[in-house]
Nanobody
């Protein structure tokens, strides 16, 4: 069974930075992504990556501010978030799949428990 464990959330002021991490229990995942869900809003895709090759995709709302990376040796997904805005406040989830077709923001099979990111103005 695949497990994804996120960490790195917290509270920062607008303009600050945070780095989220997601450790996977297996190394066979081919597509990985970060999603987020703010109170009262639908879940949205933030960034996605192919673990082999490193192709990335970003939503327009975070392009230029966030960077998604994957460390194959550590089976760990990262999301470097810079220039954070109050509208980035949400629970952030790590998602993964063994299929390529889940990329960038389609139906992922495996999900982490989520980590809260709060940005104050």
């Amino acid at each position: 069974q695949v497990q994804l464990v996120e960490s790195g959330g917290g509270s920062v002021q607008a303009g600050g930075s945070l780095t989220l991490s997601c450790v996977a229990s297996v190394s066979s995942l081919r597509s990985m992504a970060w999603f987020r869900q703010a109170p009262g809003k639908e879940r949205e895709g933030v960034a996605a990556i192919y673990t082999a090759g490193g192709s990335t995709y970003y939503s327009d709302s975070v392009k230029g501010r966030f960077t998604i990376t994957y460390d194959n040796a550590k089976n760990t997904l990262y999301l470097q978030m810079n220039s954070l805005k109050p509208e980035d406040t949400a629970i952030h989830y790590c998602a993964a799949d063994v299929r390529l077709g889940a990329w960038p923001f389609k139906s992922y099979a495996y999900w982490g428990q989520g980590t809260q990111v709060t940005v104050s103005s």
